[in-house]
């Protein structure tokens, strides 16, 4: 009896947050007060530690489960960058995501166009994506990958400011786009080299598509790390 009080509580406690994220969403920032720093937007790592596989989440739960069950199985790790709108409505998974060892990032609350966004806009769709995930995972996040990789200098700063590095990638496998497994697996692998950023996301070709992908990095001498861990974190 003890425990499910405890629980409800918890429960309780993280519904008041997700509805005081929501809200600050809509709520302009504070006035910049740093610029963008190049040092933090990253296409890859230039001291590479393996490959990093980038799934990018605001649907398709099941696949989700699907893809940390066969990294698992190779004892593959990856960095899955979370939308909040997404997130909020599926705790468990992002607390199981973050239990298999796998790294937790943000990818922004509504899936907007940060492109078209001042600093201050930018802030209030980042920011409540970060303390909705810091506040399920009872730790600090540290990276942030804008929906579409549509990004300026304000987005940067932003994410800069929120103490986050800003995401892209080396190679886009575009599976949200393509269902034949060959191109996929194709796109992620041709001439692939260590330090490299993989974009994906929980589609269902790419979840028949990843055993081969994961086959072709150990074959080849590679190792499946999360973004963090390549980039010396």
């Known amino acids: 009896m003890k425990n499910k009080i405890v629980s409800v509580i918890v429960n309780v406690v993280l519904c008041a947050v997700i509805a005081s994220v929501?809200?600050?969403?809509?709520?302009?920032?504070?006035?910049?007060?740093v610029t963008s720093d190049g040092e933090n937007l990253f296409y890859k790592s230039e001291e590479p530690k393996g490959v990093s596989m980038m799934f990018n989440v605001?649907?398709?739960?099941?696949?989700?489960?699907?893809?940390?069950d066969l990294l698992d199985a190779e004892g593959a790790k990856a960095t899955f960058f979370l939308g909040g709108s997404w997130a909020d409505d599926n705790i468990d998974c992002v607390r199981d995501i973050a239990a298999r060892g796998h790294e937790v990032a943000s990818h922004g609350y509504f899936h907007k166009d940060h492109s078209k966004m001042n600093y201050e806009?930018?802030?209030a769709e980042i920011r409540p994506s970060v303390k909705l995930l810091n506040t399920m995972l009872g730790s600090e996040i540290s990276l942030?990958?804008?929906?579409?990789?549509?990004?300026?200098?304000?987005?940067?700063?932003?994410?800069?400011s929120l103490n986050l590095k800003t995401i892209m990638w080396s190679r886009d496998t575009i599976d949200w786009r393509d269902k034949d497994v060959p191109t996929i697996v194709n796109r992620a692998t041709k001439n692939l080299q260590s330090g490299e950023f993989i974009l994906m996301h929980p589609m269902d070709v790419t979840v028949k598509a990843?055993?081969?992908?994961?086959?072709?990095?150990?074959?080849n001498g590679l190792t499946a790390v999360t973004?963090?861990?390549?980039?010396?974190e």
């Open 227 to 232: 973004v963090s861990y390549n980039l010396g």
């Open 210 to 219: 990843l055993p081969q992908i994961l086959t072709y990095i150990r074959e």
């Open 121 to 123: 806009q930018n802030l």
């Open 144 to 160: 942030f990958a804008p929906p579409s990789g549509a990004f300026n200098d304000a987005t940067v700063t932003a994410a800069t």
């Open 22 to 33: 929501c809200a600050v969403g809509f709520v302009g920032g504070e006035a910049a007060t």
């Open 58 to 68: 605001y649907q398709n739960t099941d696949n989700v489960y699907a893809i940390m």
